[in-house]
T-cell receptor, first 109, second 114 residues
Framework: DAKTTQPNSMESNEEEPVHLPCNHS???????IHWYRQLPSQGPEYVIH???SNVNNRMASLAIAEDRKSSTLILHRATLRDAAVYYC??????????FGAGTRLTVKP | ETGVTQTPRHLVMGMTNKKSLKCEQH?????MYWYKQSAKKPLELMFV???????ENNSVPSRFSPECPNSSHLFLHLHTLQPEDSALYLC?????????????FGPGTRLTVT
């Protein structure tokens, strides 16, 4: 399975945008890029996913590089409730969803 | 509001006990999953069910026994566990199995094996 690389941690100020990067240089043409986040003491929560085009939903935006070897999750205005571990995951036709260590986002008031 | 519930939320059991974890999804999904999250390891997929049939078993020891009586309920039966099995056990569901569908997770059961 293709692997992803994310920074271990990032900090942001409240009400500012946050750009969470993910590198996936070995991505295949059929891999979907998924983002989940896990708040303390909770199960993971789906954020967004895409294949080739940029995607927007009520939670975030996903910007996918033209070569698909990297992507960026964008939180437009960070709140204290966005403090969580964010996971970037590649999924192909298999059922397996492999979580890495993710990026721990800290939001400062 | 996840639509996926898990009971119990916390469980302490001895190595000779038998217990069961329960998961219920209220989303009308056809696929359900069990994951294990240990303190120092990433989430690991354990089992996948699609329309009540097991479609994936990721080399999980036989002391973990899943059961899916219908598409809304999933159980994980536990027996003769080891202390290293202590972890957060998470249930998830999706509309169908496969990469295009997002998964919805429950809050998890915190299991401690003594």
């Amino acid at each position: 399975d293709a692997k992803t690389t994310q920074p271990n941690s990032m900090e942001s100020n409240e009400e500012e945008p946050v750009h969470l990067p993910c590198n996936h240089s070995t991505i295949s043409g059929t891999d979907y890029i998924h983002w989940y986040r896990q708040l303390p003491s909770q199960g993971p929560e789906y954020v967004i996913h895409g294949l080739t085009s940029n995607v927007n939903n009520r939670m975030a935006s996903l910007a996918i590089a033209e070569d698909r070897k990297s992507s960026t999750l964008i939180l437009h205005r960070a709140t204290l409730r966005d403090a969580a571990v964010y996971y970037c995951i590649l999924r192909d036709g298999n059922n397996d969803m492999r979580f890495g260590a993710g990026t721990r986002l800290t939001v400062k008031p | 509001e996840t639509g996926v519930t898990q009971t119990p939320r916390h469980l302490v059991m001895g190595m000779t006990n038998k217990k069961s974890l329960k998961c219920e999804q209220h989303l009308g999904h056809n696929a359900m999953y069990w994951y294990k999250q240990s303190a120092k390891k990433p989430l690991e997929l354990m089992f996948v069910y699609s329309l009540e049939e097991r479609v994936e078993n990721n080399s999980v020891p036989s002391r973990f026994s899943p059961e899916c009586p219908n598409s809304s309920h999933l159980f994980l039966h536990l027996h003769t566990l080891q202390p290293e099995d202590s972890a957060l056990y998470l249930c998830a569901s999706s509309q169908e199995p496969g990469a295009v569908y997002e998964q919805y997770f429950g809050p998890g059961t915190r299991l401690t094996v003594t």
